[in-house]
Nanobody, 124 residues
Framework: QVQLVESGGGLVQAGGSLRLSCAAS????????MGWFRQGPGKEREFVAC????????YYADSVKGRFTISRDNAKNTVYLQMNSLKPEDTAVYYC?????????????????WGQGTQVTVSS
């Protein structure tokens, strides 16, 4: 069983920064792409960013491009999301997920394991 545990969420002011971490169990972490999704209050879960298994390629939602950076450290079985220039509309529960399929990278259907989520709140 694969377990994913997010951490690093919290309360920040608009314009501030935060770095989220996602620690994964298992010995095959480096074989899978990883993604971040978020769900704001009263909204559906949406794609934020993903990264290939080696870290060579990254993809971002237009809403976060230029502000967020996804990265990974395969030796530590950890994926990160660096969030800069935060806006109130970034307020959401952020989830990391393993990309178990190779269909559409921004689709939740591409991901087979999910973490419990970590809350990010951005005040104005």
């Amino acid at each position: 069983q694969v377990q994913l545990v997010e951490s690093g969420g919290g309360l920040v002011q608009a314009g501030g920064s935060l770095r989220l971490s996602c620690a994964a169990s298992g010995r095959t972490f480096s074989s899978y792409g990883m993604g971040w999704f978020r769900q704001g209050p009263g909204k559906e879960r949406e794609f934020v960013a993903c990264i290939t298994s080696s870290g060579a390629r990254t993809y971002y939602a237009d809403s976060v491009k230029g502000r967020f950076t996804i990265s990974r450290d395969n030796a530590k079985n950890t994926v990160y999301l660096q969030m800069n220039s935060l806006k109130p509309e970034d307020t959401a529960v952020y989830y990391c997920a393993r990309r178990g399929y190779s269909g559409i990278y921004y689709s939740m259907g591409d991901y087979d394991y999910w973490g419990q989520g970590t809350q990010v709140t951005v005040s104005s």
